[in-house]
């Protein structure tokens, strides 16, 4: 456990707060990931689990996709886009579907014959026309209408999640966000979505489904290279009292995968951002990261 002094501004995609330090854990190994109980990934011998990333058109979501493409001894990666803009922006072939999670029956297609599911899918606001910063202020944003958070962070997560259900997959990892034990948090205050409060009840259905689950909290996202940080676990929200509360998008989607190639991480939820690069050491035992996790939600 290390304890950090000082309080800054929030790190998010839109806008932050201040908080006070709270304690948190670094995770740091040197040692490489031990792989001896895969989750559910293919076993020697075995075929290659079939991964449905939605969201897949995101930032995010794009490179879990094609990580998993990296990895075909292990992984069938396969993808769900809003539009076919998107499946043609990510290069999608036949594994890259068009569907609207807030429909459940056009998502039937995309789960039938999955293994797991990676759920990347969030409502995103935009900023209303006419903001001028040289005039001081603040811009205002709005949701489209019916892809407002609670349309998409719960109605179309829980689609995911019950679909997913119903064909029997063996785990589900879901992105969130850290924030979530603030009403107050400015995140909901943009076009009042309350988006963090529809993503934490989206992560609630999900925890208490039944099926093996990993639900990852990312600090603020940045567009970096991924694999040269030394990782931060935390919960309740401790990290975003610290100074170190972002992380690298390509850090967060590798973590994804290890999820599912390890028992550890099911079950099991957690806030994740990352030192620094330069800072510590760039953390590799990801079998050790999830065998500490104690938080089930």
Known sequence: MTTAAAAMR????FSGHTLLPPRHRVVSSRRGPGRAALAVSASAGGSPATVLVTGAGGRTGQIVYKKLKERAGQFTARGLVRTQDSKGKIGGGD???????????????????????????????????????SKGGRPEFYFDEGSDPEQVDWIGQKNQIDAAKS?????????????????????????NGNI??????????????????TIIRAGGLQDKDGGVRELIIGKDDEILKTETKTIARADVAEVCIQALLFEEARFKAFDLASKPEGEGTPTTDFKSVFAQIATRF
């Open 196 to 213: 963090l409060v529809w993503k934490r009840k989206a992560e609630k259905y999900l925890a208490d489904c039944g099926i093996p689950y």
């Open 95 to 133: 594994d890259v579907l068009v569907g609207d999670i807030r429909d459940l029956g056009s998502i039937a297609a995309a789960v039938e014959g999955i293994d797991a599911l990676v759920i990347l899918t969030s409502a995103v606001p935009k900023m209303k026309p006419g903001f001028d910063p």
């Open 167 to 191: 064909i029997g997959v063996k785990q589900i990892v879901l992105v969130g966000s850290m924030g979530g034990t603030d009403l107050n948090h400015p995140l909901n205050k943009l076009g």
């Open 10 to 13: 929030l790190s998010s995609p």
